[in-house]
């Protein structure tokens, strides 16, 4: 499974992005999708992810301002972006994995995007 990002650029504090991510092939390996993201000098976070049956999880810096919704029939998840804040700037990764118990194990991962957020 291939994962390609699009959508990432400049934008100022308030403004929207919304991000993309199409899956190359469905796989029987996964069933859920993500998006993670890693600032300068920081750890790699979860942002949100979403199961095939539309379940989300977002971490709580983003919850009321970003919205992760798949498309099953294309293997694509989106990430809509609003309320942007300087915070956020960080490279984003799409990644797909499948779900285990409580956790989605996530296997595949795309090569990021940057998102540019100027106050």
């Known amino acids: 499974v291939q994962l390609q990002a699009s959508g990432g650029g400049l934008v100022q504090t308030g403004g929207s992005l919304s991000l993309s991510c199409a899956a190359s092939?469905?796989?029987?390996?996964?069933?859920?999708m993500g998006w993670y993201r890693q600032a300068p000098g920081k750890q790699r976070e979860l942002v949100a992810s979403i199961t095939s049956d539309g379940k989300t999880n977002y971490s709580d810096s983003v919850k009321g301002r970003f919205t992760i919704s798949i498309d099953n029939s294309k293997n694509t998840v989106y990430l809509q972006m609003n309320s942007l804040k300087p915070e956020d700037t960080a490279v984003y990764y799409c990644?797909?994995?499948?779900?285990?118990?409580?956790?989605?194990?996530?296997?595949?991962w795309g090569p990021g995007t940057l998102v540019t957020v100027s106050s």
């Open positions: 092939t469905a796989s029987f390996s996964t069933n859920a």
């Open positions: 990644t797909a994995g499948r779900t285990g118990g409580r956790n989605i194990a996530f296997t595949y």
